[in-house]
């Protein structure tokens, strides 16, 4: 499973909560130290190059796509929209995402994404799918963490359900400089998850039009 991109979320696996963008449209270019999404290591050796374009309509109504560099010359390629609303204090998301990568053969995920807020606390929940390859079942799974943030500082739990099976926390720190957006985030998954633990770094960019 790899980024999911509810209302531009900028470094996967570092940024953990959903940024509001504002109304209009967006584009974002950056790198990370290594690609980790919700705990897992998606298996990129050394370095990632990431980046992303975005509309969000005055509606709440938001539809983008990001793409990250693989393993020799692949890609992951993301779709995803949505409806972000508020209701008095609360803040929530609904939304489609699709994993979609250029390797032959590669399995492909898609994804129903809620995200609910309420000031410094954010929870997300996902109901998947995994579109295998021909001859290969198919697995549903579910995920649901519940992140904190206080001035830049952010600590995320997670969980896997259903056919995946797996839990992380991870810890992080982001910041705005010079126009340019950066962070690191430790990231410790169990041993279901069949990853090890790390500390990464993110760049990017962001540009409004």
Known sequence: MMKSTTKTLIAAGLLSASVMAEA?????IGAMS??????VDQGVSGASIMGGLDYEAENGLSVGTWAASLNDGEQEIDVYGGYAGEVEEFSY???YTGYLYTEDGATDF???NLNLGYGPISFEYTVGTEDAASGVEESDYTFAAITGEYEGAYLTLGSYGNDYDGEYWEVGYNTTYEGLDMGVAYIDPDSEIGSGDTINFYISKTFEF
């Open 24 to 28: 209009g449209l967006s584009a974002n």
């Open 34 to 39: 290594d690609y980790y999404f919700r705990g």
């Open 93 to 95: 998301y609904l939304g």
């Open 110 to 112: 898609h994804e129903i």
